[in-house]
């Protein structure tokens, strides 16, 4: 039987915590969003001008990267729901470290990108060039968001506020991450497939 403080948290109408029907509802948006980017991708590119290039290895070296980091979440959460603290701290550590590495991949990716002569903008830009670095610039947008989730929900590790009987701060937290490896997952075979 549900205690009467489990049924509270829960919204009357989705019978969902009230957090996890926003981060739901957060997700479907940025899905709408991205959605909305690769059809304009593919729409502008039929137009023409165009331009094709080969996307540097090192979107290949942060596609394993955050692949790492996703199982490093899940970890996390499966040690939490054991009540093993201390891994629970490892493994959400080495999430945050993961996905540091992931954005400074990303910034020598556009680097890369770069010297192989593909800009965001100028006299020497193309839309192909431009729609690259709005992808990856907003998923990088996104994952300092879960970031910062990833930090808020360490310290609430550290203060015991995670742990077997109380999972949804970490459970959230790993439902998000996944999602943006997902994502990445996605908008990277859509720029290997596009080129």
């Not at 493994?91 to 993961?98: E, K, Q, R, S």
């Not at 550290?158 to 790993?174: F, G, W």
Request: hydrophobic share 50%; with cysteine; glycine share 8%.
């Amino acid at each position: 039987m549900q205690s009467v403080e489990t049924l509270e948290e829960k919204e009357p109408g989705t019978g969902l915590h009230p957090m996890r029907l926003l981060l739901i509802l957060m997700i479907v948006s940025i899905i709408m969003m991205f959605a909305a980017f690769t059809s304009g991708f593919i729409v502008r590119r039929e137009e023409g001008n165009w331009r094709e290039f080969d996307l540097p290895i090192s979107l290949l070296y942060n596609t394993i990267v955050i692949v790492l980091s996703s199982a490093t979440m899940q970890w996390a959460y499966a040690s939490a729901k054991r009540d093993e603290l201390g891994r629970v701290k490892l493994a959400m550590g080495l999430t945050v470290l993961l996905g540091l590495a992931f954005l400074v991949g990303q910034w020598f990716s556009w680097a890369d990108l770069v010297a192989g002569r593909t800009y965001f903008g100028g006299v020497d830009a193309n839309p192909s060039g431009s729609f690259v670095y709005v992808l990856m610039g907003v998923h990088g947008f996104h994952l300092i968001t879960g970031l910062i989730f990833l930090a808020k929900t360490y310290l609430k590790t550290l203060r015991y506020q995670v742990h077997s009987r109380q999972m949804m701060p970490i459970a959230n937290c790993t439902i998000y991450w996944h999602f943006l490896g997902a994502l990445w997952l996605y908008l990277y075979l859509f720029l290997l497939l596009n080129h």
